[in-house]
């Protein structure tokens, strides 16, 4: 479901979003840019999923180990 929401900015600011985004098009863009501070995934939940992707798990491990091999061959 959407909602409508009437914002207030600066005349500039309202002229660059409706020359470079388009005037059917600000709505979009402002959800895009603002949806990711405001709405937080369940990361317990997205981790559990990624976990169940071996050949990801896998790739996630031999990067780890090649990394961790880099470290330790360090001179420091």
């Given at each position: 479901?959407?909602?409508?929401?009437?914002?207030?900015?600066?005349?500039?600011?309202?002229?660059?979003?409706?020359?470079?985004?388009?005037?059917?098009?600000?709505?979009?863009?402002?959800?895009?840019?603002?949806?990711s501070h405001v709405i937080r995934p369940n990361l317990e939940s997205a981790y559990a999923q990624m976990s169940?992707?071996?050949?990801?798990?896998?790739?996630?491990?031999?990067?780890?180990?090649?990394?961790?091999?880099?470290?330790?061959?360090?001179?420091?």
């Amino acid at each position: 479901m959407q909602k409508k929401l009437t914002i207030t900015v600066d005349e500039e600011v309202y002229a660059g979003l409706h020359k470079i985004i388009g005037p059917r098009k600000i709505s979009k863009f402002v959800e895009e840019l603002v949806r990711s501070h405001v709405i937080r995934p369940n990361l317990e939940s997205a981790y559990a999923q990624m976990s169940k992707d071996k050949k990801r798990e896998k790739d996630a491990s031999e990067w780890a180990e090649a990394t961790f091999k880099d470290i330790t061959h360090e001179k420091g």
